[in-house]
Nanobody
Framework: QVHVVESGGGLVQPGGSLRLSCVAS????????MGWYRQAPGNQRDLVAR???????NTADSVKGRFTISRDNAKNTLYLQMNSLKPEDTAVYSC???????????????WGQGTQVTVSS
């Protein structure tokens, strides 16, 4: 089994910052990519940013220049540094990890429970 757990959400004023963390654990042989997605009420879940094992990143235009994705491979941990937050960034932020299991050698594609980010004055 592979699990991912997010943390770091909360309430912040417009213009403020938050850093989200996502830790992957369990039967992990390798992590091919990890990403952050967000879903606001009534909306679909959208990509925020994703990082691949090659180091390549993919970031949504709506957050470019404000959000930075990074990964600590030694800790199997993904981060999302969010600066200059806006009310429209309010959403549940979820972490996704894709990789190879150490036990079955099969592919896992795992989602966390999500963490709420609310930007409001």
């Amino acid at each position: 089994q592979v699990h991912v757990v997010e943390s770091g959400g909360g309430l912040v004023q417009p213009g403020g910052s938050l850093r989200l963390s996502c830790v992957a654990s369990g039967s992990i042989s390798s992590i091919l990519s990890m990403g952050w997605y967000r879903q606001a009420p009534g909306n679909q879940r959208d990509l925020v940013a994703r990082v691949y094992s090659s180091g390549t990143t993919n970031t949504a235009d709506s957050v470019k220049g404000r959000f930075t994705i990074s990964r600590d491979n030694a800790k199997n941990t993904l981060y999302l540094q969010m600066n200059s937050l806006k009310p429209e960034d309010t959403a549940v932020y979820s972490c996704n990890a894709v990789g190879i299991q150490s036990t079955t050698r099969g592919i896992y594609d795992i989602w966390g429970q999500g963490t709420q980010v609310t930007v409001s004055s």
